[in-house]
Structures are given as C-alpha cells and as structure tokens.
C-alpha cells in the first residue's frame, strides 16, 4: 500500500493546492522526527560512551579516587596483556559466524523456498528458544555435553573426539571445559541472528529468477552458485555481522562451559571492572575492542561490496 | 458520543507532503544527516568533557552518613540477601515462617528481596548511590567479609548501636566476635558462617576419599577433573592451609608460592574450571569428581545424593561469613538492628540453621535445633564441635593494594 504511494512519480500529480509553508519550519520537521532517537542514542550511547572514554585515561583507584592524567598507556599495557584473549575471541566467534553460516543457510532456503504451509511454524521454532532466559539454554548444554553423557559417548565411539583433539579444541575425551564447547555454545545462543536476516533476504527473491535459470539450461546447482547465493549476500553479511559482533563480545559460554584456557576477552573485562576494580583498564580494554570490531567490519563490508544491508 | 475529527488531507496534499520530504529543502539527504549528527558529536564529545570526567575517591563525598531515622513511624524495613539464604514453609513457598512471626511480635512488616547473586555484581549495584551519598532504598545486606570489609574501610556503613542488640551481643559465637577488619563485630553480625571443605563424588573417584588440597592439586587419577572456587579468598585460602602456612598471617612471597603451586596444575590440566555456585551442578553430575565447596551447599547435595562426600582437611579449613550491615542513609536502622537481634534468639536461629545448613553463628541453639532436627543438632559443619573450632581459619584482610594486587594475580590464574 504505502509502497505504491510514495513509488508515485511526482511529476503526474497534481498540482499543491496548499499555499507552501513557511520553509525553514518545513525544512526542521525532519529532525524533529529523528528527535526521540537521537536522544536515545545520545543518553544512552554517546554519553556512556565518552564517560568509557574518560575512563580509559584516568588512573588512581577506589580508595583515592579516580583523575584524568591522559594516561594513554594503559591501552598499550592492556593490549600487550591480553591480546591472546583478543585473539582467541575473534577465532572462537569467527568459527561460531562459520558454523552458524553453514546450519543456518540451509534452514532458512528450507524455509523461504520448500516449507510450504510449515513456514510459519518453522519460524516459530527458530525464534522459540528466546523465550527462556539465555543463562538456562547456556546451562542446559552442561547437561546435553556432560562428560558422561549420551553425547560424548557417541562422540567417543565414532572417534570424533580424536580428531577435535588432534586439531586441540578438545582434551582428555571430554567436550565440556574446552574451546569446542564455549564455540557450540555461541554457535547456538546465536543462530537465530543468523537464520532470520538469511531468511528475509531469500524470502524476497522471486521465483521466477529460479524459472528463468531453468529456462536457460542451468543446472539446480548453477542456479543457486549464480543466482541465490549473489541475492542473498544482504542476507550473508547482516548475518555473519549479527552474529560475529555479539559473539566477539560475549562471556557467558566461555564462562559457564569453558575452561582456564579459554578466557575471551569479555571475561578479562569483567573480571578487571568487577573484581580487580582496574576501571581504566576495562575502559580501554572495551574501546580496543569495538576499535577492533569497527575495523574488522569495515573491512567485511568493502570486500563483500554489499552496501544496503538486509 | 461524537470525536473531533481532523479533516482529511486531500490526495494532492499528502502527495504534496511525501514529495517535499523525499525531494524537497525539507529533505534528509544522508549529507545533511550527516553532517548535522557530527556537529552534535563534536560538541558532546569535545575533550572538555572528557577531562571533566572522574570517580570520586571513595567515602570522601559523601554527606551525613545517617539519615533521620524513620523506623518509629514508618514501621516496616526492606532486607536484601542471597537466594536461598532464608526458611521457607514447607507447604508454600510464598511464606517465610522466622520473618512473619518477626512481624507478628513487633509490627515491623519487611520487604525481603532475594537480589545478591554475587559479592562483586551487588558491589557495582550500590557502589552509585552509596558513593554519591545517596540511599540505596535498602536498611538491611548481607555481604561476605571482604566485601562487608571494604564497605566499612570506605565508611559506607553505619555503627550499630548495642542497646538494640542485646541477644547479638550475648549470643554471638566467640569464633566470629573479633573479626580483624570488624574488631568487636561494631558494624556487623554474622548472618551464616561459611566453612570450605574438600568435596568429591564417591561415584567419580571410583569410591576413593579425597582428603586434601595437596591430593586435589597432584593426583592424576583426578586429572582434568578438580574444581576450586573463582573466590580468591577461598581457592588462595586452602591452598595455603595446605602448604602449613596460616591465611590470617602470610606474606606477599606466601602468596605468590601459593599461585605458584596452583598454576603448576592448571598448567598440567588437573585443573578443570574455576567455578561460582555452579559447581555443585557438575559434582552432582560426576563431571567434577572432586573440589572445594561450601559446606552449606555439600549438606544439601548429601540430601540428594549419597554419593557426596566431604572431608575436612587436617591442617584446617577456611571459614568466613556472610555479614547483615545497614547501608548509609538507611531509612530504618532501628527497625533493623531489631532484626538482626531477633536472630540471635536460639528459637529463630535454630529454625533458620535448619533450613539453609550452614554454619550458625549463634551459640546455644543446639537444644532448639535437636528439637527440629536432630541430625542437623549433631552435624558439625552446622553446629561446629570442639575440633572443627579449632581448625577454623579466617583470611586475613587486605590492603587495596595488596586486593587489587592479588585479585590481578588471581585472575591470571583462573584463566589466560
């Protein structure tokens, strides 16, 4: 409805009746309307933000109180301190983003092309588990990877275990406190970032392209190389972003499902700002870490060349 | 009834509307938007502001530390504490037997609030108000020693007066009255002790015991299958009483040997994790065969499952307690200080030791406890005998620096 109305080219319209309004108002109304979410953006993201930011170059402490000395070494300290979590970080999310990529895309093609009347209910079931808390889908992989379980039974027997031991994201035949669990875990929590934007970008190729290609003698798989895969690349990168960004920051799976030696840096924030009360360090720790996200991304999209996303 | 309606814009008016915004002066082209939000985020983001940023040096900025005490008129006080950390009726969750027959004797209706989950997630949530002065909307917390410590260092809590207190005072266990950062317990009382002990799964062991932190740190048959605890004072504590030194007198060389020892088997992978509460999900599970815990928490699990089991060790255990303080600017001190003293009576201290199973801090309630329950009356993690007093050890309290010191070295050891 409101598309064919605002697609109406202007000139075959009438002409405006209306005596034109004063034009500086009429010029404003615009940011009026972007008013509400500017502040929004400002009280709860640009003033945090600069706060962070004066954070990272104080020093002192609790007891004596914290002053700005423009003490931009603790970024250097801190990076030279924890750049293997960073490190770490990126692999573990960059190989959740894979994963959730590789499940994800056949599910969401199974949903906008082949579901049928199941559409609806497929959605559902993708969006289903955020109805519980994220702590508890986190704990519940405890359950399903329990040393003793079903699981890494089967695992064991099939020598799965083996070969992730050998590629060292596993250890002594268990798959719990290990980098495999803390990725699985991220890999779950955030799939459905992943399947949805996946889904509306291949929701809205028409059919007929696919017809078309049929028409012109492409085989299934050359249909897809050449022709859904380059249509939904939108959904390809506000997926991976979605879910890599997210993923880069988070603490709870390394926490809850990892081990000593899969910190990422989300725990190093954590513990620094809450336990060793070194604010600054945290501060800039966190500005390090969006700084790194902001390049990474940057780079993503120019190499993708996808500027709308979704 | 008749609604005002506007008229309606004819179609050559809205068209005329949708045409300024998308073509018009009246326009967003990405330009404008552009250069509109950096003018906005250089003057918000402009350097004065940054160096007009800072923390107050704690307890320096605050104002009167008490407030007009209400509890006269206003008769009623709200008490935040740990989850599962009060007795609860046996037939509805929804009542707490102590605190409704607290209510019915003094009129004092209180607001319980279950919201500590963790020592250092509640210090980040009162540290704003109470830093700038302000009232935390709570007249009752209960927080572990280190943190009860830092909040008395920082001023942040008020003196109790002894007047309320008369039971407190009489029946305070003399193994908690002289805590060195509370000296005669002015600010604080205990609500539970917490003993650490060695706990294992007879099931995951293969039936054998597990007796010391010595054998948790170097036997390979529990290879990648130890937990210790994520609290410094505890893992640190432990592993000190292991190596014959004493945690309430030992010096930064103790320390770092202690660390030391403890890196060694994380590095071997004996160390599986270093957990919160959470560990008591993986004993039970079998997933960790053995570890430090809470004695509180192995009486419930044993409840459970008999396949727990715990050892004290020879050369003594860490005890610590969760402590009720009443925070700065506390509406209701008095109300409060009633309380705590109601809790010191041996008829609603034995009730409580009953229910939550840690170590009760109240002398002379075993008579009252055997009459509710006669094991936990005999059970010495909750009533300690003569022995376990004596192999009691307190961590002794830090400096900031040597806490932010060690809380640093330790982090490096929970995870790298």
């Known amino acids: 409805m409101t598309t064919t109305l605002t697609e109406a080219p202007p000139t075959k319209e009438p002409e405006d009746p209306a005596p034109r309004k004063p034009r500086k108002r009429g010029r404003l109304v615009p940011y009026w309307l972007l008013l509400p979410g500017l502040l929004w953006l400002v009280v709860f993201f640009a003033l945090p933000l600069v706060y962070q930011a004066s954070t990272s170059v104080q020093t002192g402490s609790l007891e004596e109180g914290f002053k700005v000395t423009w003490h931009f070494a603790t970024y250097w300290d801190a990076l030279t301190a924890y750049w293997p979590q960073f490190l770490r970080s990126v692999l573990y999310a960059g190989a959740a983003t894979v994963l959730c990529l590789l499940l994800g895309y056949p599910l969401a093609y199974l949903i906008a092309f082949r579901a049928g009347r199941w559409r609806n209910i497929i959605l559902v079931l993708v969006i289903a588990p955020f109805f519980t808390s994220f702590l508890i889908r986190t704990l519940a ?116 499902l990892g081990s000593t030696d899969t910190r990422m840096v989300g725990n190093v924030i954590q513990t620094q700002f809450l336990r060793v009360l070194d604010y600054p360090t945290a501060a800039a720790l966190s500005f390090i870490l969006m700084a790194a996200i902001l390049f990474m991304v940057t780079f993503y999209i120019r190499k993708s060349g996808t500027e709308d996303l979704v | 009834m008749e609604q005002y309606e506007p008229d309606p814009l004819s179609p050559a008016q809205l068209a005329a509307m949708h045409r300024s915004l998308r073509y018009g002066r009246g326009s967003l082209t990405r330009r404008s938007l552009l250069r509109a939000s950096t003018g906005g985020a250089l003057a918000v983001g402009g350097l004065g502001a940054l160096s007009a940023c800072g923390i107050p040096a704690a307890g320096k900025s605050q104002g009167e530390v008490s407030s007009d005490d209400h509890s006269a008129e206003e008769k009623r006080i709200t008490f935040s504490n740990w989850t599962e950390y009060m007795d609860v009726d046996e037939k509805d969750e929804n009542r707490r037997p102590t605190l409704e027959a607290f209510t019915k004797r003094t009129g004092i209706s209180v607001k319980y609030t279950e919201d500590i989950n963790d020592n250092v997630e509640f210090f980040g949530k009162i540290k704003p108000q109470l830093a700038a002065g302000q009232e935390t909307g709570r007249d009752l917390i209960c927080v572990t020693d280190w943190l009860a410590a830092r909040l008395i260092r920082f001023g942040w809590v008020q003196k109790l007066d002894p007047a309320n207190l ?190 939550i199973n840690y170590v009760c801090p109240v002398d002379g309630v075993r008579d009252a406890l055997a009459r509710i329950d006669k094991d936990a009356a005999a059970n010495p993690l909750i009533i300690p005998d003569k022995e376990m007093k004596e192999k009691s050890r307190a961590f002794r309290s830090l400096t900031p620096k040597e806490e932010t010191a060690y809380e640093e070295k330790f982090a490096k050891l929970t995870g790298v």
């Open chain 1, 141 to 256: 992989w405890k359950t399903i990877l329990a040393d003793g379980g079903p699981v890494v039974g089967a695992l064991n027997s099939l020598h799965v275990l083996d070969v992730t031991s050998w590629l060292g994201v596993t250890a002594d035949d268990r798959v719990l406190a290990t980098p495999l669990a803390v990725i699985c875990g991220l890999t779950y929590n955030f799939l459905p970032f992943m399947i949805l934007p996946l889904y509306t970008s291949l929701e809205r190729i028409d059919g007929r392209l696919h017809e078309a290609a049929g028409d012109l003698y492409a085989k299934p798989s050359t249909t897809f190389r050449k022709v859904t895969f380059p249509l939904s690349m939108p959904g390809v990168v506000s997926g991976t972003l979605l879910t890599f960004i997210p993923a880069v920051g988070d603490y709870v799976n390394a926490d809850l």
């Open chain 2, 166 to 355: 008369p039971h407190a005072y009489t029946n305070l266990s003399t193994q908690f009255r002289d805590p060195d950062w509370d000296p005669g317990r002015a600010y604080s009382y205990p609500w539970t002790g917490i003993s650490t002990v060695i706990a294992y799964n007879k099931k995951a062991t293969g039936g054998k015991k597990v007796t010391s932190v010595s054998q948790l740190l170097e036997d390979p048959k529990l290879k990648g299958r130890v937990g210790f605890l994520s609290e410094m004072r505890d893992t640190v504590g432990m592993t000190l009483i292991d190596m014959g030194k004493d945690p309430g007198d030992f010096t930064d060389d103790d320390f770092d040997a202690a660390i030391a020892r403890l890196q060694k088997a994380v590095d071997k992978k004996q160390v599986r994790r270093f957990t919160g509460n959470d560990y008591t999900s993986d004993l039970a599970k079998g997933d960790i065969a053995a570890c430090l815990g809470w004695a509180g928490d192995i009486v419930q699990l044993q409840a459970d499952n008999p396949d727990i089991g715990f050892h004290i060790p020879d050369q003594g255990y860490i005890t610590s307690t969760d402590n009720l303080l009443v925070p700065n600017k506390a509406r209701h001190k008095r109300n409060a200080e009633r309380l705590i003293d109601y809790y010191y009576e041996p008829e609603p201290a034995a009730r409580l030791a009953a229910y």
